[in-house]
């Protein structure tokens, strides 16, 4: 496998959670960048949450405190979870990752998602009321 493979998207409520989930491909190098971007109708692709390979993750502001992202290295799976929906957050949700440093998330954060190596085919989420 060479592509993420996201899974999870749908429909949720305003208020509501959900959860997205990634089968990332075989790892390549043990410094990484792993990401969640998403894109809505109109707008440009946008990073939403990150996660390196010390650990350390970073979100957008709009999803700040309401959402996680987590790795589970045992089955190479990138999950993110958003609590509280609102109807912002509907777009369809790319997971995302790049090999060979971690420096790949700050690039990430600056708008440069670019340079990500890895795309899946994305999920779609819709926000309704």
């Known amino acids: 496998q060479e592509q993420p493979v996201e899974s999870g998207g749908g429909s949720v409520q305003t208020g509501g959670s959900l959860k997205l989930s990634c089968a990332l491909p075989?790892?390549?190098?043990?410094?990484?960048?792993l990401g969640w971007f998403r894109q809505a109708p109109g707008k440009e692709r946008e990073v939403v949450a990150v996660?390196?390979?010390?650990?350390?993750?970073s979100y957008i502001d709009s999803v700040k405190g309401r959402s996680i992202i987590s790795h589970d290295s045992a089955k190479n799976t990138l999950d993110f979870q958003i609590d509280y929906a609102t109807f912002e957050d509907t777009a369809k949700y790319y997971c995302?990752?790049?090999?060979?440093?971690?420096?790949?998330?700050?690039?990430?954060?600056?708008?440069?998602?670019?340079?990500?190596?890895?795309w899946g085919q994305g999920t779609q989420v819709t926000v309704s009321s």
């Open positions: 996660i390196d390979s010390d650990g350390i993750t």
């Open positions: 995302a990752s790049a090999y060979g440093s971690s420096y790949y998330c700050y690039v990430a954060r600056s708008g440069l998602s670019q340079f990500m190596q890895y």
């Open positions: 075989r790892p390549m190098d043990t410094r990484f960048c």
